[in-house]
């Protein structure tokens, strides 16, 4: 069945580094694949999108790339700030029955 | 615009009892999606209502129940409540048309704590 796995974390950064989250998916086609960030006590907020291959989505200096050869959907940021301390959750759109399915999630601790 | 609320944002339950969650959804929403979050674990699709009716659901038992109102809002039901029951609830919201459906639109959750 359709699965999203994303790297386990937590990750912990320096303000200002690199930042990457892999994130793989397996459905039948080629489903909408989705970023979600979880703040501390709160729910869920779409960072960014992408609908169909080499779709680029991006917001707030994240971005993904869909990567269908790879099934991959791998976020990035170039510089990290304490602000984006965080869980992050890779999702797919399973269309069949209108609903996401997630990773479980991968926490970032940007250290000043 | 306003956002997709949910209550209460606590609750704590004994097992065997029954518990109702509630959510309304943001403006101009028509769906409705219930996801439970257990800790440390992504969401996990309960169900979905559109047009008051129950759209899809996920691998949970039928003592996980909804409704759906006219006016979008929705209630989450569980009975029997069982230890493994304590998550964070999560309600969603978006648009359906004829070309598909919105992005999902969560609101803050309900931590429902079984004793």
């Known amino acids: 069945g359709d699965s999203v796995t994303q790297m386990e974390g937590p990750v912990t950064l320096s303000e200002e580094a690199f930042l990457t989250i892999n994130c793989t998916y397996t459905a039948t086609g080629y489903p909408s694949l989705f970023w979600y960030v979880q703040y501390p006590g709160e729910g869920l907020q779409l960072l960014l999108k992408?609908?169909?291959?080499?779709d680029k989505g991006s917001n707030k200096g994240f971005e993904a790339t869909y990567r269908k050869e790879t099934t991959s959907f791998h976020l990035e940021k170039g510089s990290v700030q304490v602000s984006d301390s965080a869980v992050y959750f890779c999702a797919s759109w399973r269309g069949s029955q209108g609903n996401l399915i997630f990773g479980k999630g991968t926490k970032l601790s940007v250290k000043p | 615009e306003t956002g997709v609320t949910q209550s209460p944002t606590h609750l704590i339950k004994t097992r065997g009892q029954q518990v109702t969650l509630r959510c309304s959804s943001q403006?101009?929403?028509?769906?409705v999606s219930w996801y439970q979050q257990a800790l440390g674990q992504g969401p996990q699709f309960i169900f979905q209502?559109?047009?008051?009716?129950?759209?899809g659901r996920g691998n949970f038992p039928p003592r996980f129940s909804g409704l759906q109102f006219p006016n979008y809002s929705s209630e989450l039901n569980v009975n029997a409540l069982e230890l493994d029951d304590s998550a964070l609830y999560l309600c969603?919201?978006?648009?359906?048309?004829?070309?598909?459906?919105?992005?999902?639109?969560f609101g803050n959750g309900t931590r429902l704590t079984v004793t």
């Open positions: 403006s101009g929403h028509n769906t």
């Open positions: 969603a919201s978006s648009v359906r048309t004829g070309q598909g459906a919105s992005p999902l639109h």
């Open positions: 992408a609908t169909k291959a080499d």
């Open positions: 209502y559109y047009r008051e009716e129950e759209n």
